[in-house]
C-alpha cells in the first residue's frame, strides 16, 4: 500500500503548545535505511514461520488495539465523506510494508499474513544523501548551493513515486479525433476552436508490454516510495501514545504537544527535531487547518494555517469554530484558464471552513468541540 505521511488532530485546544518539525524527514530515512531492491518472491501463507524477519510488502489481516488513543497504521477508506486515509481501530485487510508491520506490533497489533512479496535489501542512498546535507549545511539560505542541494534530497523521494504511465498531449484536428480513439486511452480533450482540440492520452500498448515484460525505463520504483514513507510514519510514530506529554496534532513530519521534548532529541543533524514555536494557545479544527498564539518579543502575534486558502484568517475567528454548528465563509480570488480563449478569467469563490470528521470522529460536550476518536471499522464497515 504506497499512502503518505499520517496527519491527524487529536485535540483541538490547548494551551503552552510546543510545535517541533524533523529535520529534512524523507531524506533521513533515505540515508538511514535499507529499501527494497533485487530479487522479488511471491509467497503465500504465513512468510515469518520460514523467516522471522523477512523483508517486503505482506497483505495481511489486521487487528488494532481498541484502547490505542493514536492509531499508527493507515488505510484508505471511505467515511462517508469520501475516500479519504485514516488510521483506525477494529480489523480490515491490508497491504503493508514489513517493517511497518514489525513496528506495529510493538503497539499491540495481531497480524495474520495472507500473502506478499519478498525483497532483497541495501541501503542505497546513504552517501548520496550525506554529502548534499553537509553541502546544505555549509551555506546560507541564500546561496545556490543550499537551494540546489535542498532541492534534490526533497525531489529525490518524490521521483521513484510517478506515475508509471505517461500521458502525452497533441494538438489534432478534429477529424482525427476518432484514430485516437481506436488507437489509445483519452484521459482529456479540450476544445480550441478553429477545429482544433488539444487532448491528454496514453498508449494502451506501451501499458501492456510494461505489464508483460516487467520493464520500467522510467526509473521509477513504487516499492522504494512507499518503504520510504512507511519508514517515515514508523520514526513518527515514537511521538504517539506517549505518556510523557498529550499530543494534539500531528503532520507528515510535525508534532504538537504541551510538554517540551528532551533534550537529547533536538538537533540540526537529519531526522532531529527543531522547535518552531512556543504557542500560548492553540486551536486545531481538522488536518491542515489550525493555528495559535505566541509571544514576539513582548508583542502578542498569531499564526492560522488553512490548506487551500491562501489569505490569513483571524485567529480568533478559527478557534470560534469550536462551537458546534459554527462556521466561517470566506472569500478569495481563484484564477480559471480557458485554452480556447486563450485567456485567465478571476473570479470570486466561496470557501466555508467547518470541523469535519474526514479522518476521526468529533466529540462535543455542551455544544464545544473537546476531543476526537478513531473510527472503528470491521467487515468494510465503520461501526458506531
Known amino acids: 500500500?504506497?499512502?503518505?505521511?499520517?496527519?491527524?488532530?487529536?485535540k483541538p485546544f490547548g494551551k503552552n503548545i510546543f510545535s517541533y518539525d524533523v529535520n529534512s524527514l524523507y531524506a533521513y530515512i533515505m540515508n538511514k535505511?535499507?529499501?527494497?531492491?533485487?530479487?522479488?518472491?511471491?509467497?503465500?501463507?504465513?512468510i515469518l514461520k520460514i523467516n522471522p524477519k523477512a523483508?517486503?510488502?505482506?497483505?495481511?489481516?489486521?487487528?488494532?488495539?481498541?484502547?490505542?488513543?493514536?492509531?499508527?497504521?493507515?488505510?484508505?477508506?471511505?467515511?462517508?465523506?469520501?475516500l479519504r486515509t485514516i488510521s483506525p481501530v477494529g480489523t480490515?485487510?491490508?497491504?503493508?510494508?514489513?517493517?511497518e508491520i514489525y513496528n506495529a506490533m510493538k503497539f499491540g497489533y495481531k497480524f495474520e499474513i495472507l500473502r506478499g512479496y519478498t525483497f532483497d535489501k541495501k541501503n542505497i542512498f546513504c552517501e548520496y544523501i550525506t554529502e548534499l546535507y553537509q553541502i546544505k549545511k555549509a551555506?546560507?539560505?541564500?546561496?545556490?548551493?543550499y537551494l540546489i542541494s535542498k532541492l534534490l534530497m526533497n525531489s529525490l523521494y518524490g521521483r521513484f513515486g510517478m506515475n508509471e504511465i505517461l500521458i502525452n498531449n497533441s494538438i489534432i484536428d478534429e477529424i482525427k479525433l476518432q484514430y485516437y480513439n481506436d488507437n489509445f486511452s483519452i484521459s482529456e480533450i479540450i476544445p480550441l476552436k478553429n477545429n482544433k482540440l488539444l487532448i491528454s492520452y496514453f498508449d494502451i500498448n506501451e501499458l501492456e508490454n510494461i505489464m508483460l515484460t516487467y520493464k520500467s525505463y522510467s526509473n521509477i520504483s513504487i516499492g522504494?516510495?512507499?518503504?520510504?514513507?512507511?519508514?517515515?510514519r514508523i520514526h513518527m510514530s515514537q511521538f504517539k501514545n506517549n505518556s510523557k506529554y498529550n499530543l494534539f496534532y500531528t503532520d507528515t513530519d510535525s508534532i504538537f504537544i504541551d510538554k517540551p521534548l528532551s533534550a537529547n532529541l533536538i538537533s540540526k543533524d537529519l531526522g532531529k527535531m527543531k522547535l518552531e514555536n512556543n504557542f500560548i494557545e492553540a486551536t486545531f479544527?481538522?488536518?491542515?487547518?489550525?493555528?495559535?498564539?505566541?509571544?514576539?518579543?513582548?508583542?502578542?502575534?498569531?499564526?492560522?494555517?488553512?490548506?487551500?486558502?491562501?489569505?490569513?484568517?483571524?485567529?480568533?475567528?478559527?478557534?470560534?469554530?469550536?462551537n458546534k454548528d459554527n462556521s466561517l465563509s470566506l472569500n478569495q480570488e481563484k484564477w480559471f484558464k480557458n485554452l480556447s480563449e486563450g485567456n485567465i478569467s478571476i473570479k470570486d469563490q466561496l470557501y466555508t471552513l467547518i470541523p469535519t470528521e474526514n479522518k476521526r470522529q468529533l466529540i462535543y460536550n455542551n455544544n464545544k468541540l473537546i476531543e476526537t476518536k478513531p473510527f472503528i471499522i470491521k467487515?468494510?464497515?465503520?461501526?458506531e
Open 33 to 46: 535505511f535499507d529499501m527494497p531492491v533485487g530479487n522479488i518472491k511471491f509467497f503465500e501463507g504465513n
Open 55 to 82: 523483508f517486503g510488502f505482506f497483505e495481511c489481516k489486521i487487528t488494532a488495539p481498541k484502547n490505542i488513543k493514536h492509531p499508527i497504521l493507515q488505510i484508505k477508506f471511505n467515511t462517508g465523506n469520501g
Open 379 to 383: 467487515d468494510d464497515k465503520i461501526q
Open 1 to 10: 500500500m504506497y499512502i503518505g505521511g499520517s496527519t491527524d488532530m487529536f
Open 285 to 322: 479544527i481538522s488536518p491542515k487547518v489550525y493555528g495559535g498564539l505566541y509571544n514576539d518579543n513582548n508583542q502578542l502575534k498569531s499564526i492560522t494555517k488553512v490548506k487551500g486558502y491562501k489569505n490569513k484568517i483571524d485567529y480568533y475567528d478559527l478557534k470560534s469554530l469550536l
Open 139 to 145: 551555506s546560507n539560505k541564500d546561496e545556490p548551493l
Open 92 to 99: 480490515w485487510i491490508g497491504t503493508y510494508f514489513s517493517e
Open 224 to 232: 522504494i516510495a512507499s518503504a520510504i514513507s512507511a519508514y517515515a
